[in-house]
T-cell receptor, first 116, second 111 residues
């Protein structure tokens, strides 16, 4: 059983297009995240949701809009794609909750986005 | 500023040659330090969580240790299948429990 799944695995598109990446977790976790991993393998957090509520919103262009229809899903929509958006995007989930001592994140397989 | 630095960037070992990877961090309050393994084309896979200085965790050929300012991932008698990128992350006690990742150490173990 896949714990955190993302679709699509690969996404190749033209500059200026709008695209979405979907993420689902079946771990029963309360918190979900989107990360961007650049060519140097550096993982940078973009957004975090806890029980469908936005908790962390880093300095990401507002062309990126996350949506959480329920706590098991967190989708990422990107408008007007630019060359610099090319990267691997990872979804993750954790048990979450500010009182939790342990907050291990479990990652999806990633979506490689290439903007031409 | 909260940040995580890993060294070396890349490490080549012969099979059986033990070594250590370093993760140093500056964070206002540490909730936990995490080690992950990432294989090419895959998402990071959880290895260990450490919470306080002096703590150690072991799994097969890997042992993670934590001090107040850094963590080490010791690899004893590595095998080629240990080749991967090892990522360190810290979770901040403040700032919405945010995670900060290092850029990883790419380990290559030659048979």
């Amino acid at each position: 059983d896949t714990a955190v799944s993302q679709t699509p695995k690969y996404l190749v598109t033209q500059m200026g297009n709008d695209k979405s990446i979907k993420c689902e977790q079946n771990l029963g976790h309360d918190t979900m995240y989107w990360y961007k991993q650049d060519s140097k393998k550096f993982l940078k957090i973009m957004f975090s949701y806890n029980n469908k509520e936005l908790i962390i919103n880093e300095t990401v262009p507002n062309r990126f809009s996350p949506k959480s229809p329920d706590k098991a899903h967190l989708n990422l929509h990107i408008n007007s794609l630019e060359l610099g958006d090319s990267a691997v995007y990872f979804c993750a989930s954790s048990q979450g909750g500010l009182a939790e001592v342990s907050d291990t994140q479990y990652f999806g397989p990633g979506t490689r986005l290439t903007v031409l | 500023e909260d940040q995580v630095t890993q060294s070396p960037e890349a490490l080549r070992l012969q099979e059986g040659e033990s070594s250590s990877l370093n993760c140093s961090y500056t964070v206002s309050g540490l909730r936990g330090l995490f080690w992950y393994r990432q294989d090419p084309g895959k998402g990071p896979e959880f290895l260990f969580t450490l919470y306080s200085a002096g703590e150690e965790k072991e799994k097969e050929r890997l042992k993670a240790t934590l001090t107040k300012k850094e963590s080490f991932l010791h690899i004893t008698a590595p095998k080629p299948e240990d080749s991967a990128t090892y990522l360190c992350a810290v979770q901040a006690l403040y700032n919405f429990n945010k995670f900060y990742f290092g850029s990883g150490t790419k380990l290559n173990v030659k048979p």
